[in-house]
């Protein structure tokens, strides 16, 4: 049997972090047993679903690298399929016309629920004679469910899971405007694309019960389902809004990197003895469904953000560059130059160690891409008082006068103006931290020898030139 699963989106907002986290689970099932995964947009909602949340999810699973195989389904385009199958099911008795009024229904559930029963639907057209039926009511279609018995689901997370047929009552599979109900469409179209595993949230395993007694009426094998535990925020509750993001574009914009998302994610609510960093070879070998846990997983911010380090330090510098240069170019406002992208790059080994996304590395990285005048913050502007503008005046003439651009490197900078201050003899800070506001436009930045590397012998020169006249007029 080759293993087929589905990611089955409804596109009604963003690509949820908890969707990102099924649609991993089910791609990662897929390629460890060489099979197909598929990509279903549950669309049939035609008020609620909107092209922007298709693309949002379309992206959003482009972005994390989770390809899809062949091309994607949209569920809206299947529904004379669907009706086609209640017909069927109607014609071999599996199925019936229901003609109830909503006021009757209305009835039935105040009923059972007076009877303290969940069962709502009481039957009343199950075996009566449409031909009895009153005039003027559009029917809906019920499933002809079976009423006795158990349906049990052998869930390849939660276990063996029983409910009593006497909990469920007959389905609506088709309304009476002709559409399908979201539980026939789901079995009908995960039959026709040979789904063989369902894996999905553990918030639908109400709806296994009825889609597998669905199954049972059309005689259909019925999938291995795999219902997954939910994400929660790190105080227990359901993951929302007030937690932090929620969609994987947020993520996204925060300067996450997709394989650091796929790698805490495949973390949450799934284990391999006590390895945290797994690339996405490893957790293809790895991954399976028995080691998913069945509680459900807390989100943990720091631990993302720690694992995004860990894959950030871990980008060969070039591709970092061109990871950050978005992030860099949308925080300046402005498109670097030619100059600024060079000093970039050399920066990236320095900024590398420290940045935990990519905008912590784009904020870290903005004096060096800054164009000049460079803006002084508060602290730097006091540091540059008039003593020290002529003390960097003297500087300037002599690092002009005698540090040529082969000398200008790290070790040879610092040689240098020690030696300078030993000669005025001025003490280094006094020097070095005017030096450092100078450049960089504040009073904290990596070490200021490597800062004047990177940023070259005339952009280094010219910002101190910059700080000396800056209080002269
Ligand atoms: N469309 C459903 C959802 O977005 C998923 C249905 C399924 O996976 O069976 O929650």
Redesign the pocket.
Known sequence: MTVTV?????P?GFLHIG?AR?ALFNWLYAKHHNGTFRL?I?DTDKARSTQEAIDAILDGLKWLGLAWDGDAVFQSNNQARHAEVARQLLADGHAYYCYCTPEELERMRLKALAEGRSLRYDGTWRDRDPKTAPPGVKPVIRVRAEQSGDTMLDDLVQGTVTVSNQQLDDLIILRADGTPT?NFS?VVD?HDMSVTH????D??LT?AFR?TQIYKALGWTVPRFAHIPLIHGPDGQKMSKRHGALGVQEYRKLGYLPAALRNYLLRLGWSHGDDEIISTAQAIEWFDLDAVGRAAARFDFVKLANINGHYIRATADDELVALALPFVEEQLGQKLGAAARDRLAKAIPDLKPRAKTLVELAERARFYVAQRPISLDPDARKLLDDPARARLKDLHAALDLMVDGRQWNAPHLERFVKDYCGTANLKLGDVAQPLRAALTGSRASPGIFEVMAVLGRAESLARLADAVTAGAG
């Open positions: 589905r990611f089955a989106p409804s009604t969707g099924t279903r549950e979201y789901v995960d369902v894996i999905r949230g918030d639908h709806n889609q």
